[in-house]
T-cell receptor
Framework: AQSVTQLDSQVPVFEEAPVELRCNYS??????LFWYVQYPNQGLQLLLK??????LVKGINGFEAEFNKSQTSFHLRKPSVHISDTAEYFC????????????FGTGTQLKVEL | DADVTQTPRNRITKTGKRIMLECSQT?????MYWYRQDPGLGLRLIYYSFDVKDINKGEISDGYSVSRQAQAKFSLSLESAIPNQTALYFC??????????????FGDGTRLSIL
């Protein structure tokens, strides 16, 4: 079984500042990793994914994440945030050969302030 | 994402009532999923279906049932609703035909309140 930990339930940050949202996972098999964003009253939208290859993955809206196998982490970063980035962010993992079933973290609410 | 449509978007009902949430997709994906979202708990998998004849329980299936009427339709039923089933419910799809690790695509959710 897999598990995902997002230690920060809320992250406040000022506009144009950098941000990092942390994600750690646990699994006994190889995994695929995802970050999703949820804007108010909407479903989840894929930001980026790591399947294999380069450990630095770039996504939409200027976000990127780095896969670190030794630390079992997949932290999400953005060098300069905007008000429009205010949303809830979910890290998720699926096991290789697991049929695309996702295990989600509990989410991190990013609040960007002026 | 209009490719995955959930109905209704909002529903208020009473304890003991039978409720059906519907999901339809135009993406042509073979796999469909139902999740519930609760504050502070993230999303948890209720049921998933890899094909019309392949339905499986997720981590929190008790009190729920599903039906895959066609490849494009996957409905979730609460036979006798109880207040702790109050939550935001999401349907999602994925495509097994385009390779491994394919992401899931989500509907806009159904907000269900049980009084």
């Amino acid at each position: 079984a897999q598990s995902v930990t997002q230690l920060d339930s809320q992250v406040p940050v000022f506009e144009e500042a950098p941000v990092e949202l942390r994600c750690n996972y646990s699994s006994s098999v190889s995994v695929y990793l995802f970050w999703y964003v949820q804007y108010p009253n909407q479903g989840l939208q894929l930001l980026l994914k790591y399947l294999s290859g380069s450990t630095l993955v770039k996504g939409i809206n200027g976000f990127e994440a780095e896969f670190n196998k030794s630390q079992t982490s997949f932290h999400l970063r953005k060098p300069s945030v905007h008000i429009s980035d205010t949303a809830e962010y979910f890290c998720a993992v699926s096991a290789s050969g697991g049929g695309n079933k996702l295990t989600f973290g509990t989410g991190t609410q990013l609040k960007v302030e002026l | 994402d209009a490719d995955v449509t959930q109905t209704p978007r909002n529903r208020i009902t009473k304890t003991g009532k039978r409720i059906m949430l519907e999901c339809s997709q135009t993406k042509g994906h073979d796999r469909m999923y139902w999740y519930r979202q609760d504050p502070g708990l993230g999303l948890r998998l209720i049921y998933y279906s890899f094909d019309v004849k392949d339905i499986n329980k997720g981590e929190i299936s008790d009190g729920y049932s599903v039906s895959r009427q066609a490849q494009a339709k996957f409905s979730l039923s609460l036979e006798s609703a109880i207040p702790n089933q109050t939550a935001l419910y999401f349907c999602a799809t994925s495509d097994s035909m385009t390779g491994v690790g394919q992401p899931q695509h989500f509907g806009d959710g159904t907000r269900l309140s049980i009084l």
